[in-house]
């Protein structure tokens, strides 16, 4: 998941004294070289970022010798400048931090060991990856060739090819749980593609005339992946090159899927159902990197292409924007008007996350709520998470109706009925259930859930649906009920909270006898009591914070 350098865009300060006396570029700062002569002018500020320049910015910088004062530089840059003009460039370039003003320089992003990229991204260095593909530059050169990228794209479609060919082994194999050893193995092979994609993102870079600067691991909200920082990318002024750096981790990562595919077709047996499981997931994560809503590969392709700097967060401005207009009225400013479509691309950008979050809850949620105090404690963090996004988002907001000079009595009024509005959704009736799993042993059917389920709700007669639980999907099995007999604790096989095959590991649970005691046909499986509706408010104290103290 690669991501180039990146900061806020800069208001234009209005002309006010406190401006340095000595004029000058930032010790740290520089302008970079052009690619070609009709390529962008590009500085770097001291602190890593790269920031694009405008061609009368450019002259401003590079007319900053330290002994010009700001009525010197207005006449040696003509007559379109005044004081005041050079004056207001001059305070935009301190936002910036491209002029010196005697403050301690920042350290460059990336030179520390770990590194934290807000909101919730933290970066481990690993390697500095530029000698590397100095020296690989000749095999990256064949690798990236015309021919070999032609001949990438033929095994990506032989590799979908597979994939349809093999459909009723692929529906198998996502159905069905694995061995521990093969699931592991699948764990192992998709963290060497995420490193690989890495990887494919520096290689592309290199081959442009870029330098990658560092390669490592990350938690990226909260999920382990792997990073190459490619902001000298933003130093190519060829559009095109800087598109072919964003997508080049995902050709190498549809590439290892196809293979995947490819070789399943001689696989028999749970390796060949693993290769299958490889190649459907990393399809799936390949495709969705190109998402453009989202801080992906395909957002910094889209961005690359209509060559426009911070378009997610300037989008995500205007649409801000129009909401506050439409609650606070009031009159704003466009950040891209010469984008038509950047309203609703912000308000996408603003929602889709959250549909990426409840999209990964979905299929994740039984398994979370079966792990009990810990499934809760990551739900609660996530829930934490969300809701300081929340309250950003509506600071933001607010920040925009001020600015635009809105009645402070409207948006008193608004803002109340908005977050009654939110409160009243707590009221609302929503399904709520157990989940765990069952065990079937010696002819006794009993419901296995966690220590910290809420048992007091598992009253006799509670109808529980059986499903075998697969690596991805689940398969309906029967539908039984909580029996007259009272909860034990025991123990349990894994295979029974966790998508794998059956193995010796048991782990601590509590058994609920079910009746009828029906036939599965399977030994372990998930489970799920249907509890009726409760409101939503109550969901959420039941499911998550309830069971810390259960």
């Given amino acids: 998941m690669s991501r180039p350098g990146r900061s806020a865009p800069v208001a234009v300060a209005e002309p006010q004294t406190g401006l340095p006396r000595t004029l000058r570029l930032a010790e740290g700062a520089e302008l970079l ?97 530029e000698r590397l593909f100095a020296r690989l530059r000749p ?168 060559d426009v700097p911070f378009l997610r967060e300037r989008s995500m401005t205007d649409a801000r924007r129009s909401v506050a207009r439409v609650l606070y009225g009031g009159r704003y400013e466009r950040e891209l008007p010469q984008v038509t479509w950047a309203v609703p691309f912000g308000l996408a950008s603003l929602v889709f996350p959250a549909v990426l979050v409840l999209a990964a809850l979905r299929i994740w949620f039984p398994i979370i709520l079966g792990l009990g105090i810990l499934g809760a404690a990551v739900v609660i963090s996530g829930l934490a998470v969300a809701a300081r996004f929340a309250v950003r988002a509506t600071g933001r907001l607010l920040a925009e109706a001020r600015a635009a000079g809105t009645s402070a009595l409207r948006r008193r009024v608004v803002t109340t009925l908005v977050v009654a509005l939110g409160c009243a959704t707590l009221l609302v009736p929503v399904p709520y259930t157990v989940a765990g799993g069952f065990e079937q042993d010696d002819g006794h059917l009993s419901f296995v859930v966690a220590q910290s389920a809420d048992l007091d709700a598992l009253a006799p007669g509670t109808p529980v649906t059986l499903a075998r639980r697969g690596v991805v999907t689940s398969t309906e099995l029967g539908t039984t009920a909580v029996g007259s007999e009272a909860p034990r604790d025991g123990t349990a096989p894994l295979a029974a909270l966790l998508p794998v095959a059956a193995s010796a590991a048991q782990v601590p649970v509590v058994l609920v006898p079910l009746e009828p005691e029906i036939e599965t046909g399977e030994s372990v499986g998930s489970a799920v009591a249907d509890l009726g509706t409760r409101r939503l408010g109550t969901w959420l104290y039941l499911n998550y914070f309830a069971q810390l103290w259960r």
């Fill in 139 to 306: 095999v990256i050169a064949v690798l990236l060739s015309r021919y070999a990228v032609a001949a990438a794209l033929v095994v990506v479609l032989g590799g979908l090819v597979a994939l349809v060919v093999q459909g009723a082994r692929v529906h198998d194999a996502l159905g069905h749980p694995l061995p521990v050893a093969v699931l592991l193995a699948v764990a192992a092979a998709s963290f060497v593609t995420s490193a690989l994609h890495e990887f494919g993102h520096g290689a592309a870079l290199a081959h442009h005339g870029g330098r990658p600067s560092r390669l490592g691991m990350m938690l990226f909200y909260l999920s382990p992946a792997f990073f190459c920082d490619v902001t000298d990318g933003w130093r190519l002024g060829d559009r095109t090159a800087r598109v072919r750096v964003a997508l080049a981790g995902i050709l190498v990562q549809l590439v290892v899927a196809a293979v995947a595919a490819l070789a399943a077709l001689a696989v028999p047996g749970p390796w060949g159902s693993a290769l299958l499981v490889l190649a459907v997931t990393t399809t799936v994560t390949g495709l969705m990197n190109l998402i453009p809503f989202v801080k992906l590969d395909g957002y910094i392709a889209l961005m690359s292409h209509v």
């Fill in 33 to 129: 070289e052009r690619d070609t002569e009709d390529a962008v002018c590009v500085a770097r500020a001291p602190d890593g970022r790269y920031v694009r320049v405008a061609a009368d910015m450019e002259r401003l910088l590079r007319a900053l010798d330290g002994r010009r004062t700001a009525a010197d530089l207005a006449r040696e840059l003509g007559p379109r400048w005044t004081v005041e003009a050079v004056e207001a460039a001059l305070f935009r370039l301190i936002a910036m931090r491209l002029l010196e003003t005697g403050a301690k320089p920042p350290r460059p992003r990336g030179s520390k060991l770990v590194t934290f990229v807000p909101p919730l991204t933290v970066q481990l260095t690993v390697l500095r990856p």
